[in-house]
């Protein structure tokens, strides 16, 4: 009886999913979510602006970057030729990240994409990191002939796409690419592509995944940013919104109630093993020093690799769950044989679909 009532639901949520995904992929750009998407994910469309509506440019970049459960847990403080990145702790997620490390993770990949956009704008980011200050990261700008590189035409494109690929393997001097655009100070890359490998990490993956799976809290944290239908997602601009990861969409009042049945240990790492199975590879980002600055500096390098990945036309995801839970965190680096190092963050990559955008909050909510 029960499992009878949840497919009926399950397949009212096919059905959303499929009117959404029609509306969003642009065949009615004049839908609300497919606009606030367009508005959203765009190159400055100003062509002579002041020099105070070009740093509020360089924030509206830096929030297109990639955050932790898109909490977007970042403040911006704009000075005269500087940017400085506050962190923004009411947003933090205690559960699935209780040092904080994604969330300093996420306003170094922001720091990244000023950066880059900055280039266009025919000024040189100097970003310093202070670890022990509110203000952790301050970027001042000194003026330079503009470059509009190949990573800044990505930033609007660029998105975590959590389906599975085609398989395709990615050519060795593409991966020589990928390392390349990683490189940043107190932060080496390992890229992992033999099945072998693959298969071991799976393995890291699922228990990690596992052991969250069981963890009431870590379910509560990741429930609570749930978005589950475009009218959630545009009212708080933030969170994860469920057609953004290939899932169906409901209406709030019955969006919990089918997480509850369908968000199950089994579902999710079968879900697991076939994005991994259908990835080209595996890329690990591992910083020589477990502090603040290496965490921002970790997000600075998984922005570069992300970038670049989406310049390439390669899709991406994170497979954090091997480096969220400390025991595993710990097996994956006597795999890895990195000795004390910590894993930040692991990411797959491959070929494969795009899927509906994520939205983020008005820059009059993060700019102070
Ligand atoms: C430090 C960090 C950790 C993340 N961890 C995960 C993760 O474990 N699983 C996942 O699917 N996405 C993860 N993400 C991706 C975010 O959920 C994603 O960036 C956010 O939802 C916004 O979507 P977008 O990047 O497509 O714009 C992580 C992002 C960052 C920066």
């Known amino acids: 009886m029960k499992r009878r009532k949840f497919m009926a639901l399950a397949g009212m949520g096919t059905i959303a999913a499929s009117g959404l995904a029609y509306q969003i992929q642009g065949n009615h750009q004049s839908d609300t ?10 190159h400055t469309n100003t062509v002579s602006l ?65 950066a880059h ?14 670890d022990k ?24 494109k660029r998105q975590c796409t959590r389906a599975a690929y085609n398989g395709k393997k990615v050519s060795p001097h593409e991966l020589k690419i990928l390392e390349v655009a990683t490189e940043c100070d107190g932060i080496s890359t390992r890229i992992f592509t033999s099945e072998n490998d693959m298969e071991t990490i799976l393995e890291y993956v ?26 959630t997602a545009m009212k708080y601009g933030d969170g994860l919104f469920t057609a ?11 969006g919990g109630w089918v997480f509850d049945l369908a968000f199950t240990e089994k579902i999710e790492n079968e879900k697991y093993r076939d994005q991994l199975r259908t990835a080209a590879g595996v890329i690990a980002f591992i910083s020589e020093k477990d502090d603040i600055t290496h965490w921002i500096q970790a997000g600075r390098s998984y ?3 992300a970038l670049q990945a989406t310049a390439l036309g ?15 965190r710990k097996q994956l680096a006597n795999y890895f044989n990195i000795g004390e190092r910590r894993t930040d963050l692991l990411v797959r990559f491959g070929y494969g679909p795009r899927l509906p955008r994520s939205l983020r909050r008005p820059l009059d909510q993060v700019i102070i």
């Not at 956009?117 to 202070?130: C, D, E, Q």
Request: proline content about 6%; charged content about 20%; overall charge negative.
């Open 133 to 156: 200050a509110k203000e952790v990261i301050r970027i001042a700008f000194a003026q330079v002939p503009s470059v509009r590189s190949e990573l800044f035409q990505a930033i609007p």
């Open 303 to 305: 922005q570069r690799f």
């Open 314 to 328: 390669l899709q991406h995801s994170f497979v954090n769950q091997a480096v969220e839970v400390p025991e595993v």
């Open 206 to 231: 699922v228990a990690g995944n596992t052991d969250q799976m069981q963890d009431g809290g870590f379910v509560q944290e990741l429930k609570d940013w749930l978005r589950f239908n475009p009218a």
């Open 33 to 42: 979510y497919g606009q606030r998407v367009a508005d959203t994910w765009r």
């Open 50 to 114: 002041s020099s105070n509506k070009v740093m509020e440019e360089l924030v509206r970049y830096g929030t297109l970057a990639a955050n932790s459960h898109n909490t977007q847990p970042w403040l911006f403080k704009i000075g005269n030729q500087s940017i400085t990145i506050l962190p923004d702790f009411k947003r933090r997620c205690p559960s699935v990240d209780p040092d904080d490390h994604h969330l300093y993770a996420s306003l170094g990949c922001a720091a990244e994409n000023i």
């Open 244 to 254: 953004t990861s290939g899932n169906p969409t409901f209406p709030d009042w019955l």
């Open 117 to 130: 956009a900055a280039m266009a704008f025919g000024l040189y980011a100097n970003i310093t990191v202070h």
